[in-house]
């Protein structure tokens, strides 16, 4: 299978890249060479390397920041993403969007499937909706992934700011009532890499399984790492941010393994084997 990743450099992307690497022939693009918020850049690149799949890991992924720059949050993940379907579309490959659990409001109190309506709030959010969107209405052989609290090697994500923090704080305060799914981009990239050896196009929720506070998160990591913070819930009230978030985003993902024939890995599992990589990478 040849395979064609925008968004290359990220914390996805480099995993995507690694899998895809290991299995076919592969090329990766990202900025500034390849920006998916350029129609021509993106066809181009699409028509060189001539792919059976197209990957979409290519975002504005600053929640807080998107709020006061809607236009350029808009024109990578919305028009980017019509970008890169178009482009799919013209050479005939098939395209995997990857977007994410706030496209939920996080009324809900069990985990979400991917049959549930989207109620995006927010900047970034109602942008990777509104990509979602977009891509259906371009391509006709797509598959939105949507994943949630990704972490990878190399990421400004959760788990990296954690660490950080701790070491210059002895005591933390960290919110408890948002609930998700702590995903290691490693896993995601292996599903992403077994649902495009189908043709069960569709939408699915590729997260780690099993869900969590911010709070039991940032203990399973402290406890992992070996250090002895004291870490202390609070709200979210009491760290406001620019961009509302869900309180629960937590996604299903029984329909992927379904169609993959694999089970996801345990968020705790999926930690443990990143921190485990930490270590080798250092
Ligand atoms: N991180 C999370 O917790 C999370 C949760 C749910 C869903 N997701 C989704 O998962 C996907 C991957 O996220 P990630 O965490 O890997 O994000 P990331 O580390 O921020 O990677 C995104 C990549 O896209 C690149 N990019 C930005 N603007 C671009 C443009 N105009 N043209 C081409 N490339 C551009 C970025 O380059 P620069 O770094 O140079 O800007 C970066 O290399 C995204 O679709 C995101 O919405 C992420």
Known sequence: ??????????????????????????????????????????????????????????????????????????RVNVDGARHVAVAAESVGAAIVYVSTDYVFDGSKTTPYLPEDRPNPTGVYAESKAAGEDAVMEAATRWFIVRTAWLYGPGGNNFVEKMLALARNHPKLRVVEDETGSPTHTKDLAEAIAALVQTDAYGIYHGVNRGQCSRFAFVQAIFEMAGLDVSVQPCSAAEFPSAAPRPAYSVLDPAALERVTGEAMR?????LRRYMQRREELA
Do not use: H
């Open 1 to 74: 299978m040849n395979t064609l990743i925008y968004g290359a450099n990220g914390q996805l992307g480099r995993d995507l890249l690694r899998v895809f690497a290991s299995r076919g022939d592969c090329v990766g693009v990202d900025l500034p060479e390849v920006d998916v918020g350029d129609p021509e850049a993106v066809g181009k690149t699409a028509i060189d390397a001539a792919p059976d799949v197209i990957i979409n890991a290519a975002a504005y992924t600053d929640v807080d920041g998107a709020e006061s720059d809607a236009e350029t949050c808009w």
């Open 266 to 270: 345990e968020w705790r599992d999926a």
